[in-house]
C-alpha cells in the first residue's frame, strides 16, 4: 500500500510558479509510476506529467516546456514545478503512484491562477 501526502498549492497570478511536491508512504524506487494528474471544474481528470516505467517522463502537451516534473529518492518525494501558469491550469492537482499494479491517490491540492 501507498500513501501519498500533496503540498505546495495556492493562490498564484498568470505568468506566476508554483512548486508541488507529492511525499510517499514507501521507496519510490519501489513504485512503478508516479506523478500528477489534474481535475478542473466540470472537466474529467487528466494527466499533467509523469515518471514512467522504464524512468523516462510524459508530459501532457498543454503543459510541456511549462512544467518540470523531478524527484528526490532519498526523501520519497516527487515534486512538479510549474511556471508561466495561466488561467486554464486552474484545478485540483492529485499525486498518483501505481504500485504492484495498483493505482494509489493522493487527497489533492488546489492551484488557482488569478488575477
Known amino acids: 500500500q501507498v500513501q501519498l501526502v500533496e503540498s505546495g498549492g495556492g493562490l498564484v497570478q498568470p505568468g506566476g510558479s508554483l512548486r508541488l511536491s507529492c511525499a510517499a508512504s514507501?521507496?519510490?524506487?519501489?513504485?512503478?509510476?508516479m506523478g500528477w494528474y489534474r481535475q478542473a471544474p466540470g472537466h474529467e481528470r487528466e494527466l499533467v506529467a509523469t515518471?514512467?516505467?522504464?524512468?523516462?517522463?510524459n508530459y501532457a502537451d498543454s503543459v510541456k516546456g511549462r512544467f518540470t516534473i523531478s524527484r528526490d529518492n532519498a526523501k520519497n518525494t516527487v515534486y512538479v514545478q510549474m511556471n508561466s501558469l495561466k488561467p486554464e491550469d486552474t484545478a485540483v492537482y492529485y499525486c498518483?503512484?501505481?504500485?504492484?499494479?495498483?493505482?494509489?491517490w493522493g487527497h489533492g491540492t488546489q492551484v488557482t491562477v488569478s488575477s
Open positions: 498518483y503512484a501505481k504500485y504492484r499494479d495498483y493505482g494509489y
Open positions: 514507501r521507496s519510490i524506487f519501489t513504485i512503478n509510476v
Open positions: 515518471f514512467t516505467s522504464g524512468g523516462g517522463t
